[in-house]
């Protein structure tokens, strides 16, 4: 497997950081607008991306404030099976993100696509907790 792996720095709490990873409407700010699930271990979240594609992820691992991972189990691309990380711990005043995408076995157009938009998500992470406004998918402000 070839992992695809981010590191970034947001000048907010680690609770305001995890709230933005797992709460429905937080994350409907900065990733898509369209979420929906119970951000719980084991539990079944839907990322649509209107006009584009569908997700099912399962949440198979999750320590609040700490860490939060899923699992793709249904997708209209190859991505069953992949999973996606977000770490966080403090480091100095800030919250540290060690993001991590794997399932992918070559560098291939699907994984230059997913570590360009994983970024790209990260950034608009990070302007969410900093100052209140992402560029969600599906947003007025989502830049395509």
Not at 3 to 22: D, G, Q, T, Y
Not at 116 to 135: D, H, I
Request: glycine share 6%; with cysteine.
């Amino acid at each position: 497997m070839i992992p695809i792996k981010h590191l970034l720095h947001i000048n907010s709490s680690k609770e305001k950081v995890f709230k933005a990873l797992s709460d429905e409407k937080s994350m409907a700010k900065w990733y898509t607008t369209a979420v929906s699930g119970e951000f719980k271990m084991g539990a079944i979240i839907t990322f649509e991306f209107v006009n584009l594609a569908s997700f099912k992820f399962k949440i198979i691992s999750f320590q609040e404030n700490e860490h939060i991972h899923f699992e793709c189990i249904e997708s209209e691309w190859d991505n069953i099976g992949h999973v996606m990380k977000y770490d966080l711990d403090e480091n100095g005043e800030k919250t540290r993100i060690r993001y991590t995408y794997e399932g992918f076995t070559e560098m291939d157009d699907s994984y230059s696509n997913m570590n360009y938009s994983s970024g790209k998500y990260l950034e608009s992470l990070r302007q969410y907790c900093q100052y209140g406004k992402g560029e969600a998918f599906g947003s007025s402000n989502y830049r395509s």
